[in-house]
């Protein structure tokens, strides 16, 4: 996946540091699975365009409106997913990568 969890990826410039929540990692991890059984590669492509969108996060953490309680939500390319993350001065957090047909009440208590 890139980063196990907690890990911190460097940010560029000013903008803070990106952290992955153990449970939004959890969710990585299930997504690629479950295209995995559908369709060899596609749980890789999955978590490429995951990467892009933390990327994107990382480069104007700013740009995604918020959705909750102080939330952001960063939808990813291809796949019905979003990137749920909260920004603070000091880092910016993940806190969920969810299907979004499913009910968001699945996350929210993670704030």
């Given amino acids: 996946m ?39 590669g596609l749980g890789d492509d999955f978590l490429l365009c995951v990467e892009e969108i933390f990327e994107s996060i990382c480069r104007t953490p700013g740009l995604h409106a918020e959705v909750f309680q102080g939330l952001r939500l960063a939808l990813v390319r291809r796949f019905p997913y979003g990137v749920v993350y909260r920004l603070d001065e000091d880092r910016i957090t993940v806190v969920a990568v969810y299907h979004t047909r499913r009910d968001p009440r699945r996350w929210q208590y993670r704030t």
């Fill in 2 to 40: 890139g980063r196990s969890p907690g890990a911190i990826a460097g940010g560029r410039g000013v903008n803070p540091p990106l952290i992955v929540n153990p449970e939004a990692e959890t969710d990585m991890v299930e997504a690629k699975a479950w295209y995995d059984g559908h369709r060899r």
